[in-house]
């Protein structure tokens, strides 16, 4: 890390303590910035990495519901409102019960750069509870999400803070919410939050964004080296929304998938993951992952411990969840012969498992890069809330698309530029920096 950089950084750790995660998506950023500061001194004099480690709201607060037997439940309801150099505060809402501050400053700091990079005009925030979804009914969902709701309500709007899905939101999740938002106001504020149902709101592709744009910014990586997905053996972990659209994009291009996975274990199909009995599993009866191997015939294993990374493939996406590809996995995927790794899940792979990809020259893209056609399809979700209008699948495919393009492409050329060609982990953050920190010195000391 540039010398400079150090006490910033030691700062930032002693004013958070205990946030492991927010100092590691700290410490991730600034390791790249050494050439920037050396070249651009007034990031230093104006104070703006001191100011963007410091959220601009932090809100807290109680979420009290009951459950189908009517016993009171308490859980701890979050949004941090990072930074609005570029827009309003954008980022999804996480549910699940290892969520505490560090987890959401985090996602809130990722938020930042990846906004960033899409080019549209969103700012950084991040949010979610505790609160475990699994196991819950609607019903208890609903009240949850509708007792959280009446607290958040009052820190969001179209031109101030909008929410969206992350682990554990969904469109369920989405639909309560927005709900009480509307009952509350009495305002239909259709961008308020994203990921809304097509009838109300919602756009086309924002489902499927996540996970499309995860691989076609692998696609473009593999191209810079002459080669697509087309006969690649595919991991993927996870089995969420992301999970599932990548799956899907990565066959359609000729990929064969082998593995997927939740929290119980994970399963591999040589043949290739059945598409349809994986969403029924997952999707409709929010099941164990288990049933999928029993509901396929003989053809697919479920292995209750260990990860996907121990199965041989050519290309690896993470899209479970954060820190779940570890420096072991790694060293497994190398010796397997993987290619190219792109994150679909936010930081999922640990620093030394970046580092041993990177030095043995395999494709890397960083989460908040290749994984950002979900938050921009939020993007072009409010762009048509905004005219109260709606776009056809095929074109708002088309804007995902040219913007994952765009995305790989600056990563590319800034990481040239500052003398690292290929390394998408340094294009990502000094591309996402240098916006904001020009919009930040641009609107004064603020
Ligand atoms: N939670 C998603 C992410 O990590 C989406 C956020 C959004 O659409 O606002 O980017």
Redesign the pocket.
């Known amino acids: 890390m540039h010398e400079d950089l150090i006490p910033i950084r030691q700062a930032v750790l002693a004013r958070n303590p205990g946030e492991a995660e927010f100092h590691q998506a700290v410490d991730e950023v600034f390791e790249s910035l050494g050439p920037v500061v050396a070249r651009h001194p007034g990031i230093l004099e104006s104070a703006v990495l001191e100011r963007i480690c410091e959220p601009e709201r932090q809100i807290i607060f109680r979420v009290p519901w009951t459950d189908d037997q009517g016993r009171v439940h308490i859980n701890r309801g979050f949004r941090v409102e990072f930074n609005s150099a570029l827009g309003p505060y954008?980022?999804?809402l996480r549910f699940h019960p290892s969520v505490y501050l560090g987890i959401v400053k985090f996602?809130g700091f990722e938020?930042i750069f990846?906004n960033a990079l899409t080019g549209m005009p969103i700012g950084g925030g991040k949010g979610g509870s505790d609160f475990d979804p699994s196991g819950r009914s609607d019903a208890e969902v609903m009240r949850f999400c509708q007792s959280f709701m009446t607290e958040l309500y009052r820190h969001i709007g179209e031109y101030t803070d909008?929410?969206?899905?992350?682990i554990g939101v969904g469109g369920r999740e989405i639909g309560y919410l927005f709900g009480q938002y509307k009952r509350i106001t009495n305002r239909y504020e259709s961008g308020v939050l994203?990921?809304k149902g097509l009838s109300w709101g919602g756009s086309l592709v924002r489902p499927e964004a996540?996970g499309f744009g995860t691989v076609m910014f692998a696609q473009e990586m593999l191209r810079t080296r002459g080669q697509s997905f087309d006969g690649q053996t595919v991991l993927v972990s996870g089995s969420g929304n992301v999970a599932i659209h990548a799956i899907g994009r990565a066959q359609k291009l000729g990929a064969t998938v082998v593995t997927a996975s939740d929290s119980s274990g994970y399963v591999v199909d040589p043949d290739g993951i059945e598409l349809d009995l994986l969403r029924e599993v997952k999707e409709v009866e929010r099941g164990r992952i288990s049933e999928y191997a029993e509901r396929r015939g003989g053809r697919a294993r479920f292995i209750a411990k260990g990860s996907v990374w121990e199965v041989p493939g050519t290309v690896a996406l993470p899209c479970a969840t954060q820190n779940e590809l570890d420096g072991s996995h790694a060293k497994k995927l190398l010796d397997h012969g993987v290619i190219a790794v792109a994150e679909g899940a936010?930081m999922p792979t640990t620093a030394e498992a970046t580092r041993l990809f990177q030095d043995a020259g395999v494709l890397f893209g960083p989460g908040k890069a290749a994984?950002?056609g979900?938050?921009a399809t939020?993007a072009l979700e409010m762009q048509q809330n905004a005219s109260r209008d709606s776009w056809t699948f095929e074109y708002t495919e088309e804007r995902l698309a040219r913007i994952m393009t765009s995305i790989h492409d600056d990563c590319a050329a800034t990481a040239e530029e500052y003398g690292m060609p290929g390394n998408y982990v340094a294009g990502a953050n000094i591309t996402g920096l240098m916006k904001v920190a020009e919009a930040m010195m641009a609107q004064g000391l603020i």
């Open positions: 954008k980022g999804g996602l938020q990846k909008v929410p969206a899905g992350d994203t990921g996540t936010n994984n950002a979900g938050v939020s």
